[in-house]
């Protein structure tokens, strides 16, 4: 099988976070291609984009292919100076700000993309929070302030609640705890009783086992821990535990921190 | 000034990230209007879809405009199902995939948009052990393994090291490490004996004394701590120190975790 090979730009003003999540769900539609992908991040003035074009051309000329090139550059005078003859460039800001200012009935302001700025330092302070309450309760260190979070995740030691806690609380502001299934709280399928006064902010985390046993084993391999077997009593245990008080649940085994973390704001109807 | 006033919905297949993320950098540049927002995720079925489109039609109706709907739906069935001439309905994913197969010369596989399921197993364990790096040696506690980092960041306490060092992990699947740096440190402008072998890792992050002050009142208030004449020297001796040795350093005052973030990859030419 000839596989197509192809080079692509993710090229940016800003952070580049938006066009290159866009991008990779576009390429992933095209799973016989090989792409190699290049980010340029705060490509912000006409020098910098100048230069981005010409590392396009050079690798138009080396790779004999026009290169893909999806940009995100709120100014018209950067779009105008990215385009080339040598590269397919599509800008995303660009066309849906042509497609948006008709039905607005509104001209943009054309300001330079700073969505990613501290608007409202109300806002980041209420973030920070969050990311503070999450690293000091983690794993229940210090007596954890349940009466405080918006969501609680439970799940065995290794299930992925931590990054999940961190991740809510830096991109949505939330205050999310965990609490950690020890073998205490597994020998039966009720609540923890610290819990129960919090029955609808709970969330259970499980995992296959197999994929248990390899991240344990990372950690603290030889011990009863990373056991395959220990794993999958602990996996039927909790989601036992989850079913005997109809928590929802979600399998992390194949599903991202983000895609977990969402997949809990629309479980929750959370709308942050 | 009369405020015009829309709402506008963000529709996804999967975690609705890439488009909300879009949709804000698009709706700040139409900074007269007051949108309402209403983010629907997972909408991955025609049943969800046609909920999601009953619900745009009342919205409709009851604000007596159309509204904008910016859709993120990799099916063509999905994005056929949404359409609704009672709103201005703009797909993302559809847009581009159509300006992407002629250029690529193929059809798009039009499969879910799956794009942050874990693919390989092997990358999701690199970014937990990155997680897992940056939690246990955040705040050089615990004897930190400098040598294992793919950056290290310096700042007084409370100028953003923390978030930014979780956000690079679970973003990048970088080792990111934090040096603290306390009055003994700042006596002198020479660089912590503990990183003088690993200079080109290092990054200082700096904040103004005002803001600094406003954070750490939140945590300890009534102390030196949380001085502004102690905030003010501290932040002098920092800097004082980055410039001496010839440090890259970024100002957090008024600028997000994800862009302090993507800042330090375009400064450090790091291309994770």
Chains 1, 2 share one sequence.
Do not use: W
């Amino acid at each position: 099988m000839s596989t197509q090979q192809r080079i692509i730009f993710f090229i940016s003003d800003s952070t580049g976070i938006t066009v290159e999540k866009l991008g990779r769900s576009l390429l992933s539609q095209f799973p016989d291609i090989d792409f190699q992908r290049i980010s340029l991040r705060y490509v912000d003035s006409v020098d910098k984009v100048a230069k981005a074009r010409e590392e396009i051309e050079a690798a138009a000329k080396n790779s004999g292919k026009p290169p893909i090139v999806l940009s995100s550059l709120a100014q018209p005078a950067l779009r105008e100076a990215l385009k080339t003859d040598a590269a397919v460039v599509l800008d995303v800001f660009g066309t849906f700000l042509d497609l948006l200012e008709v039905p607005l009935q509104q001209k943009a302001s054309h300001a330079a993309g700073h969505a990613h700025r501290v608007a409202e330092p109300g806002a980041y302070m209420a973030r920070m929070d969050a990311v503070n309450y999450a690293l000091r309760y983690d794993d229940g260190l210090g007596g954890p302030n349940y009466g405080r979070a918006d969501v609680i995740l439970l799940g065995v030691s290794r299930s992925g609640k931590t990054p999940v806690c961190l991740y809510l609380a830096m991109q949505y502001g939330l205050f999310a705890a965990n609490y950690p299934l020890v073998d205490d709280d597994l020998q039966t399928t009720s609540l923890p009783s610290v819990l129960q006064p919090f029955r609808t902010k709970l969330f259970g985390l499980t995992i296959e086992p197999q994929r248990l046993q390899k991240i344990r084993a990372r950690r603290y391999s030889g011990r009863d821990y990373a056991d395959l077997g220990q794993c999958r009593r602990e996996v039927a245990r909790a989601e036992a535990l989850f079913a005997a008080n109809q928590l929802p649940v979600l399998d992390t085994t194949v599903v991202s921190v983000e895609e977990i973390a969402t997949q809990i704001l629309a479980q929750m109807q959370m709308n942050p």
